[in-house]
């Protein structure tokens, strides 16, 4: 009995599915993992405007192989028209982000971290989105951006869970793919749906009116197996303080493994490493 | 009157059984320096089975699994990893009473469950297994029952493709003897 137990344990412990952490590494030397608040610049425009400095860690994502081509294919026929499938899905592996915040100064001060990120298709930096509203409140980051207080020569240790960073993913395909309000896509809980309802692109209201037209329905509704997954991940660090934080991700490969065992130190070649353009709304309120 | 002296009762001897043999184990292992800095000491099961191929000397296999706090400068701060270690060993031993002795040695594979430790440079990245090579020592004690005995032992072992990790295993065990020799 005492045997059993013992050998039930060893096998528990050897399923269980450890994250990978991956740090800044070599096959992408512009990725930054460490930020001292000394380097912010200033970022957005006009009342928005604030400053922040900004690093990024890349998804060790591996080039689709012939085999996973196959497979993306295969679920590609089942997808109603339209229905893109992407290289890197939601349901592929899941990512966190960890981080630690020092505070250099004799003081306490203030924090916000906002994450935004990439897919394959669009980046999303909310600095670059101007909305036309007088009073509209600035782009949002698509989790954090909320004040933490750090005491005087103080560290902080903090986590953006995997169901956030599942969260932000799916309001980046909603809002690029889905045309998709971006206040709402961030304020709303899409971390468990099944799928998503692309709508008409938001317009500015027509002449002699307030109000922007109605979004319609377009297209065939996007099924979760077809959601785009980040392959890169941005940290927005905004304080008054001098501050440092460091961070990494963990990533957590389940069907179908693309995520690279070297991690970052990877040999460049074997990774796939996409910085794609940064999605602007055609319009925003 | 003279005296009738009493028969003296010998007690038997304490009869160990040797042949096959079980042993499964509770222990902690507590990595050395310079793993030390970036890793906890951590609760130990492990298994072993083997034969006693001589009264004084038996062959083994074991297989282990301990579980470690990283505490490598954060990020990352709480996570634990777990080194998974199986091998073959021989133990040289003798007996008196119901005291054994042993020494033991011998070599096997280790893995690591993440690479938490990479950051430290413990591992290299995408490294997970490494050979791995031990020796140490125990006293066992022999129940009435000659099929069962417990001990304890400790034994150091090396990792050398883990930046040369070293740690003591430190165990209490029950072992079950199957042979009636």
């Known amino acids: 009995m005492i045997r059993s137990a013992i050998l039930l344990g060893i096998l528990l ?3 269980a599915n450890d994250p990978q952490y991956v740090d800044c590494g070599a096959s992408d030397t512009m990725d930054a993992c460490h930020l001292d608040s000394a380097d912010a610049v200033m970022m957005g425009t006009g009342d928005n405007a604030f400053s922040a400095v900004l690093g990024s860690i890349h998804v060790p994502v591996k080039p689709e192989t012939a085999d996973l081509t196959k497979k993306r294919m295969a679920l590609q026929a089942t997808m109603p028209a339209g229905v ?3 290289l890197y899905k939601v349901d592929q592996y899941d990512l966190s982000l960890e981080y630690t915040v020092k505070n250099l100064d004799d003081k306490p001060g203030t924090i916000k971290i906002g994450l935004n990120g990439a897919n394959e298709m669009f980046t999303w930096d909310p600095s670059m989105i101007m909305p036309v509203g007088d009073e509209s409140p600035p782009a949002p980051d698509l989790a954090g951006d909320v004040p933490i207080d750090i005491q005087a020569n103080g560290e902080y240790d903090g986590l953006f869970r995997e169901d956030q960073l599942l969260e932000a993913a799916i309001d980046l395909d909603q809002i690029s793919r889905g045309n998709i309000n971006m206040y709402r896509a961030t304020l709303t809980v899409d971390k468990n749906a099944d799928s998503f309802q692309p709508l008409s692109a938001q317009m500015p209201p027509p002449v002699g009116s307030n109000d922007p037209p109605m979004q319609t329905p377009m297209g065939s509704a996007v099924p979760r197996a077809a959601f785009r997954n980040f392959i890169r991940v941005d940290v927005v660090f905004k304080t008054e303080s001098h501050m440092t934080i460091d961070f990494n991700l963990r990533v957590r490969p389940h069907v179908n493994d693309v995520i690279h065992d ?3 130190n990877a040999p460049a070649g074997e990774l796939t490493i996409l910085d794609p353009a940064a999605y602007v709304p055609a319009y925003t309120p | 009157m003279p005296s009738v ?3 003296v009762i010998e007690p038997p001897p304490r009869v160990a059984s040797t042949g096959f043999f079980a042993e499964g184990a509770l222990g902690a292992v507590t990595y050395l320096p ?3 800095k970036d890793a906890n000491t951590g609760p130990e099961l492990s298994l072993r089975i083997g034969r006693d191929v001589f009264s004084w000397f038996s062959l083994g296999l074991y297989a282990a699994a301990s579980s470690h706090e990283a505490t490598l400068p ?3 701060t709480g996570q634990w990893f777990q080194l998974y270690r199986g091998g073959a060993d021989g133990r040289l031993g003798g007996r008196i009473g119901a005291i054994a002795f ?7 594979i280790a893995m690591i469950s993440s ?5 430290a440079m413990v591992t290299d990245p995408g490294e997970k297994y490494s050979i791995t090579f031990h020796g140490g020592a125990g006293l066992e004690y022999q129940l009435e029952n000659r099929h069962y005995a417990v001990g304890v032992g400790v034994d150091g072992f090396l990792v050398p493709q883990f930046a040369t990790m070293k740690a003591i295993d430190s165990r209490l065990y029950l072992r079950y003897t199957y042979g009636g020799g």
């Open chain 1, 13 to 15: 412990a050897a399923c």
């Open chain 2, 102 to 108: 042993f020494v033991e040695g011998g070599a096997g």
């Open chain 2, 5 to 7: 002296a009493e028969p």
């Open chain 2, 74 to 76: 954060p990020p990352p």
């Open chain 1, 262 to 264: 070297m991690g970052m």
């Open chain 1, 84 to 86: 893109d499938v992407p």
């Open chain 2, 34 to 36: 310079h793993t030390s």
């Open chain 2, 115 to 119: 690479n938490v430790l990479e950051k």
